[in-house]
């Protein structure tokens, strides 16, 4: 049984509605540590000086804002603690937008938000009414001392929020150097239209279950190798290549072919067998 992490209310309007923070995500990560290979001694950390080998406790640390190299702003916890966004439990819905209009670059973690007793009802018509307009709450709200922007999103009367990253936060792409081309190559309108077939044959409903971490797999497997003393070969990775510019045709046509082929063939719809028409009855001449 999932539980509780944090408790507070959904405020928007005159409207209060009590709520509880639940955790969407599942951790599967795999727990490595680190040891002496000759003996399997483990490995610990310990916090020294720089240019020392003097052990610092940790109530000896502070933290600090580097202005530049070597020159730091230390910052004490008292400070700190005063600067923290003031601890309340409301989500502050601060706008409704339309979902669409959120690029899922801002999306952060999932959480899922439960009604807290006796606040079924008002859940209920907070999570109808924003699932019938299709819209996203924008909100704010004070969660492990920190100030997050979030989405509250309603499906199948069951309500979300997902923290959201600051728009200072998005490095935008003309920013950086690598992600956009220095010229425009000229596209081929056939090249474009055969890559859009091929998009079109790929495409398929989203079902998050047909997607599995097969490193986590991968990775399991060879534990379970290596533990019962079996001989690993490690295969080497070769770097893929892009597609020539001539090629692009050629592997486009394959990539088509190849999809088609993949596809099991929709047999062809059975022709109905047209119905005999009815012999007109023929009027009976009256005497």
Same mark, same amino acid.
């Given at each position: ?9 959904? #405020? ?5 509605? %009590? ?21 399997? /001694? ?7 000086? &720089? +240019?020392?080998?003097?052990?610092? %406790? ?11 190299? +070597?020159?730091?702003? *230390?910052? #004490? ?7 923290? %966004? ?16 959120? &690029? ?14 006796? /606040? ?11 699932? #019938?307009?299709?819209? /996203? ?32 936060? $998005?490095?935008? *792409?003309?920013?950086?150097? &690598? ?60 770097? !893929?290549?892009?597609?020539?510019? !001539? ?11 190849? $999809? ?22 023929? /009027?009976? #001449?009256?005497?």
């Amino acid at each position: 049984m999932a539980r509780a992490i944090w408790s507070g209310s959904i #405020s928007f309007g005159l409207l209060n509605v %009590p709520v509880k923070l639940y955790s969407a995500v599942a951790r599967r990560n795999i727990a490595l540590r680190e040891i002496r290979e000759s003996d399997s /001694a483990r490995i610990k950390h310990r916090l020294f000086a &720089d +240019g020392t080998d003097e052990e610092v %406790p940790r109530d000896k640390i502070v933290k600090a804002f580097e202005l530049t190299t +070597g020159n730091y702003v *230390p910052l #004490s916890k008292d400070e700190l603690d005063a600067m923290a %966004p003031e601890k309340t439990r409301a989500v502050d819905v601060v706008d409704f937008v339309d979902i669409e209009e959120i &690029d899922p670059m801002y999306f952060n973690s999932p959480y899922y938000l439960g009604p807290a007793d006796g /606040a079924e009802k008002a859940y209920s018509l907070l999570a109808a009414a924003m699932e #019938s307009a299709g819209k /996203a709450a924008i909100a704010r709200f004070v969660f492990r001392n920190k100030e997050q922007l979030a989405a509250l999103r309603a499906s199948d009367g069951v309500l979300t929020l997902t923290t959201m990253r600051f728009a200072d936060e $998005v490095v935008p *792409p003309d920013q950086l150097d &690598d992600v956009l081309p220095s010229s425009k190559p000229k596209v081929a309108k056939k090249e474009q239209e055969m890559a859009e077939q091929l998009i079109e044959s790929l495409s398929t409903k989203f079902k998050p279950d047909d997607y599995r971490d097969e490193y986590r797999e991968q990775l399991l497997q060879l534990i379970e190798r290596k533990a019962e003393g079996k001989e690993i070969v490690t295969p080497e990775a070769e770097a !893929p290549k892009a597609t020539k510019a !001539p090629d692009l045709m050629a592997a486009l046509e394959e990539s088509i072919a190849a $999809v088609k082929d993949r596809k099991p063939a929709k047999s062809a719809p059975k022709k109905r067998k047209k119905a005999p028409k009815k012999a007109k009855a023929k /009027a009976k #001449s009256s005497k």
